[in-house]
């Protein structure tokens, strides 16, 4: 009897705890819409900093069971702008909060771009056809340089100077030395016609990057041909603000690692942002290093840094940006067997580049903006021989074993933006750009100055339609640049769904330093630079029509259909110098064209974005000893795609990367054993890249992240190319990477108001 009424005290005590527990949560209960008024399925609802979470129903209501206390709640999907509200729970108690309304995110409606802009401007609203590369996707990828980040994406390829240790990059067919790459609309300084400086600029510091294809030489000058790729950086939040972060991430190369030092790839990155009444001030500081045993390619360690540091108010901005780089590659021979010696070559780059940009608006209708900026960079090559057995070090004497070249860039621009009258604005303008250079392989001390005027509109003659006209004259102190270059861009609304752009652009590039005076002889070089050559010209056409779904539901869709044409006159490359075959030159092609098209597509479904993409390029180049006709137009094909899942409760991502090159067919000229000169198609074979990779919060301030990269193994690419003997002949395999590789990072960020 006693056992029993135990029992049964216990038994009350545990339905009293459990009545009591269940009174110490309050509910928390809402509904979400869509903008056009329907429920709003699978939103993510969670109370920021704890782990309750929960989805929405069909009809869009939610339910949450929470601890008494204060909350930010917020209601997040893909595709749509999050929102949150601030709400108070009592224990037993229900906590209504008012209907939510959830419309398309930024980066479909409000996503400013402000590459080619009078003014930041939405991305839906521009003339222009910018894509963007938000911080998110970013923050996403993993990536350790900007490469990486680009190298999924349609019409870009990327290719790799084994002997140089450089890379470079083409847009829709059209080679990297025709791509202007900008640091927040300032042009990066390039030694040669490789972009070397897109993977000198520290990825950690960049916050989104802004492209536009098609010739923007009238907005951006000589080198914009092809297109822009403008790095926008990260800034200091305005008001009272205060971030610190730290970034650590270890990555495998192929099958060899060795943790933080050795084989592998070691990313570290720590920086601070400050705001106070105003001013604001910032630095980030990041080592890049790998290594590893994997044939041709080079150790490399890089040091990136900068600091920035401005003063704001309601209608004034000025800011000063420093950035710093130190990157090392070694090229290490191999001990000789009867001796011990080796000789390695060094690669050692420094680039210091200083901009002061301001903004001061008026009034409503009138603003300037301006940039002043100076580039000093070097790279220099020492070759030594080191003995394993005594540890001795000594410089050699050899022809180009020693060497340093100085390139410099003073670039100032400034414009103004006016607005007339409702529907017409202007945008006048100035740029001086002057280049120098100087080493014992570039021949005397030669400068290129570079001063220009020009001047837009910005016409909308109805609210659907905007026309955008602009001219460039220019003055260049070794050619004689065309008299004016136009440009005209156009939007029209078709409907709110449906935008379609249509443009033309004239383009022009002068020679640069290196193409004119760079002469470069050694064991394994012999270029020389030609002072004979023609500037560039071109004729681009493009357009372009997108569909936004803005019936917006469980599912949403955007679609863009865009297709290109550009000639070319005087193109610049490579070839064997007539007067001695045995020497590279630079020599001007009389015609190259590229025309193609593409097709790309999102579509969102609650915490799922699934993108996939497909285009069609095509390039001819004249070739003079082509008397038939032989060589036409080749093609190839790209297709990308990106899925990209939130896990609500966990707090985490899961995104794959996909991209597709298809096989790829270059004419070229070519003695065959016979001594006869003909002309082969080469072919490089199709590959597939891909990386997965894993996102998880686990505080508030620290996430974690790890995935895989180069899923496919892919290291070199067969080549058909005859071409083969040189030091930068197309011929042999083709490097792509050194397999696939793992990784593990940790990142942290703190934030105080």
Known sequence: MQRRIIYLFLLIVSVRSRVSAQDSYGKVVGHVITKDGK?????????????????TQADGTYLLKVSPGKYQIQFKAMGMAAKQQSIEVVGGQTTKVDEVTLELSSFQLKDVVVTGQYAPQSLKNSVYMVRTISSEQIRLRNATKVQEVLSDQLGFRFSNDLTLGTSDVSLMGISGQRVKILLDGVPLLDRGETRESLNQIDINSIDHIEIVEGPMSVSYGSDALAGVINLITKKPNSGEHLDVHARVQEETAGKQYDAFHGSGTHYENVGINWSHKGWEA???????NFDGAMAGWMPKDQWLGNATAGYRTNKFHIWYRLDGENETLKNNGQPNVNNGIETDAHYI???????????????????????????????????????????????????????KSVFDTKFFRATAQYRVANGFSLQPGVEVNLTGSSGARIEGTPTINDYAFFISSEIQPISTISIRPGLRFIKNSVYDAPPVIPSINTKFKLSNAFDLRLAYARGFRSPALRELYFDFFDANHSIRGNTNLKAEFSNSFNGSISWLSLGSGTVRFKSALSGFYNDFTNLITTGYDPSNPSVMTYINIDKSKTKGGSIDNTVYYKNLQAKIGFAYIGTYSKIASDTLNQAGFVWYPEVSSTLLYHFTKLKG?????????????????????????????????????????????????????????????VTNVNNTSLNVGQAHSTGGPVPLGYGRSYFLGIDFKFGKN
């Open 39 to 55: 429920p709003a399925q699978g939103i993510s609802v969670s109370l920021l900093d704890t782990r309750f979470g929960a989805a």
């Open 282 to 288: 910032g630095g980030n500081f990041a080592r890049n």
């Open 349 to 403: 780059t420094y680039r210091w580049m200083h901009q002061l940009q301001g903004e001061w608006s008026v009034n409503k209708d009138l603003s300037f903006s301006g940039v002043a900026s100076y580039t000093d960079y070097s790279r220099r090559t020492q070759t030594t021989t080191y003995n394993t057995l005594t540890g001795e070090r000594f410089l050699t004497l050899g022809a180009g074993e020693q060497d």
């Open 653 to 713: 991502d899961i995104s794959l990367f996909y991209k597709f090159n298809g096989t790829l067919p270059t004419y070229e000229v070519v003695t065959n054993t016979a001594g006869a000169t003909i002309i082969n198609l080469a072919k490089r074979s199709a590959f597939s890249t891909a990386d997965i990779t894993f996102n998880k919060f686990i505080t508030k301030t620290i996430s974690l992240a790890a995935g895989a990269k180069n899923l496919f193994d």
